[in-house]
């Protein structure tokens, strides 16, 4: 397994739909709001962080792809989220 550490964070700019894949292990994700953006981070370094703009955000998908994942999202990005588990695919938890 590649595990990321001390590397630089990916920052992305107007961009209205971004999608985050995850790894084939088991990823601890947290999404984080600031004032005019998101970050999407691991716990558990397997995966580097990406920050994006609020600005022109349509959608966030994030995959887990394999693994038992877990997706965290801080308050108040929470009440404005939506799960969708897919059926073929390890199970996906939100906290």
């Known amino acids: 397994m590649i595990r990321y550490d001390g590397l630089e964070p ?3 700019a ?3 739909n971004v999608v ?4 084939a292990g088991d990823d601890i994700l947290v999404v984080d709001e600031a004032a005019d953006s998101f ?5 558990n370094n397997t995966l580097e962080s990406v920050t994006f703009a609020k600005a ?4 966030l998908s994030i995959d887990g792809l394999a693994g038992y994942d ?3 999202m801080a ?5 404005r989220c939506a799960l969708v ?9 939100l906290i």
Do not use: M, Y
């Open 70 to 72: 877990s997706i965290t």
């Open 10 to 12: 990916i920052i992305l």
């Open 75 to 79: 308050q108040p990005a929470a009440h």
């Open 56 to 59: 022109r955000l349509q959608s």
């Open 39 to 43: 970050t999407v981070r691991t716990t």
């Open 85 to 93: 588990n897919h059926p073929k695919r390890a199970r996906h938890i």
């Open 14 to 16: 107007d961009v209205p």
């Open 20 to 23: 985050i894949t995850g790894t």
